[in-house]
Each structure stands twice: as C-alpha cells, then as structure tokens.
C-alpha cells in the first residue's frame, strides 16, 4: 500500500491527528501510519468520508463545466438543426395544404417556438443532449450533477424564450436558462469520469 493510499484510510479514521512537521498522524500511535493491508486501529469517520466525496464532487463540476468555447459551438450547431427541422416542417405544411395558415406571420411564429421549444425539450428530457451537444461532448445537469427532471429542462426550454436571453452568456455569469433552472452544461466525458449521471 502506497503512502497516498495510507493517507485515505487515516483522512477517514476518527483516530487521525495532525503533527505540524510530519503532517496527517495516527493519534494513537504520533507516528505516520505505517500499516501494510488495513489499520488494526481504524475506526470509520462517516462525516469527514462524506466530507470528502462533497468536496471530490464539488471541484469535479467545477473542472467539468464546458467552456463559454463550446456553449458558442452548441448554440451554433442546434440553431441549424432547429433551422433544418423548421424548414423540413414549414415545408411539410405546404405540402399538405397549410399554404392559406402560413401566409400569416403570427402563424409562423408560433410554429416557430413550438419546434424551438419542442427540440430543446425533447432532446435534453430523452439524453440530457441536444445534436450540438452530442457532438461537442457536453451535457446538461442539476447542481447535484444528476440528470435534470423534464419539467426542469421544460422551464429550461422556456426560459430561452426571454428577451435578450442570449445576450446573458456575455460576461462572467452562466445564461439565464443555466441560471434560474439550476443547470449546468458539463463536458460528459470528463464529467463521467467518476460520476454517474
């Protein structure tokens, strides 16, 4: 057992002390632990183990959180898609006789937020991912990094449809759907790691 692996076990124990020259110690013994497979004299320390695992979790979805880079490319890539899908749709609806509904704008419009807020919703509540996502590697997650409930993402949805809501990455901040859903866009594969989604 390595001097690292040592150090786990005593960060755990309720027997542990600390000596300024030596650092962490058993409080039993003043000595570094020396053990070889397991501390005859450890005693489990349930609240510093859980200590831990939160202070692990919380510097692993700060390293995690994906780039201001590559929210941009997820933008860029969905709003083609969403255009894409818009066009297909549009065109669709023509086909089948719709011509005299899409002379009006406001029935355009509509139709318009619906395959917005339709793509995002549907795409994030089934994978966490939206096609720019996917391919940038990204996903989205609650603060607790599990996966977002689909009324979470569906206000998530919503929330894009608030005047200059784009506009709310500039700076140093998240986006007003980040924000006020408390979701996060983490990199998956790093994320992943060694936290489960």
Same mark, same amino acid.
């Given at each position: %057992?390595? +001097?690292?692996?040592?150090? $786990?076990?005593?960060? !755990?124990?309720?027997?542990? =002390?600390?000596?300024? +020259?030596?650092?962490?110690?058993?409080?039993? @013994?003043?000595?570094?632990?020396?053990?070889?497979?397991?501390?005859?004299?450890?005693?489990?320390?349930?609240?510093? +183990? $859980?200590?831990? &695992?939160?202070?692990?979790?919380?510097?692993? *979805? @700060?390293?995690?959180?994906? =780039?201001?880079?590559?929210?941009?490319?997820?933008?860029?890539?969905?709003?083609?898609?969403?255009?894409?899908? &818009?066009?297909?749709?549009?065109?669709?609806?023509?086909?089948?006789?719709?011509?005299?509904? &899409?002379?009006?704008?406001?029935?355009?419009?509509?139709?318009?937020?619906?395959?917005?807020?339709?793509?995002? @919703? #549907? *795409?994030? =509540? #089934?994978?966490? !991912?939206?096609?720019?996502? %996917?391919?940038?590697? @990204?996903?989205?997650?609650? #603060?607790?990094?599990?996966?977002?409930?689909? =009324?979470?993402? *569906?206000?998530?949805?919503?929330?894009?449809?608030?005047?200059? $809501?784009?506009?709310?990455?500039?700076?140093?901040?998240?986006?007003?759907?980040?924000?006020?859903? +408390?979701? *996060?866009?983490?990199?998956?594969?790093?994320?992943?790691?060694?936290?489960?989604?």
């Amino acid at each position: %057992m390595t +001097k690292l692996e040592r150090l $786990e076990w005593c960060n !755990q124990c309720t027997n542990r =002390s600390f000596d300024p +020259k030596y650092g962490r110690t058993c409080g039993l @013994t003043g000595r570094e632990a020396d053990f070889t497979d397991t501390c005859p004299a450890y005693v489990h320390d349930e609240a510093e +183990k $859980e200590k831990l &695992l939160t202070d692990r979790h919380r510097q692993k *979805m @700060t390293n995690a959180v994906a =780039s201001k880079g590559l929210r941009f490319a997820n933008y860029v890539i969905d709003m083609v898609v969403y255009l894409v899908l &818009l066009f297909a749709l549009v065109f669709f609806l023509g086909l089948i006789g719709g011509l005299g509904l &899409l002379g009006s704008s406001l029935w355009l419009n509509l139709i318009a937020l619906f395959m917005n807020f339709t793509y995002y @919703t #549907a *795409m994030e =509540s #089934a994978t966490g !991912q939206t096609i720019g996502k %996917m391919i940038t590697g @990204t996903i989205v997650v609650d #603060a607790n990094g599990d996966r977002p409930s689909t =009324s979470t993402i *569906m206000l998530r949805s919503l929330c894009r449809f608030i005047p200059f $809501e784009a506009v709310s990455f500039l700076g140093e901040g998240t986006g007003w759907h980040d924000h006020l859903t +408390k979701t *996060m866009v983490v990199r998956k594969k790093y994320f992943t790691e060694d936290i489960e989604i």
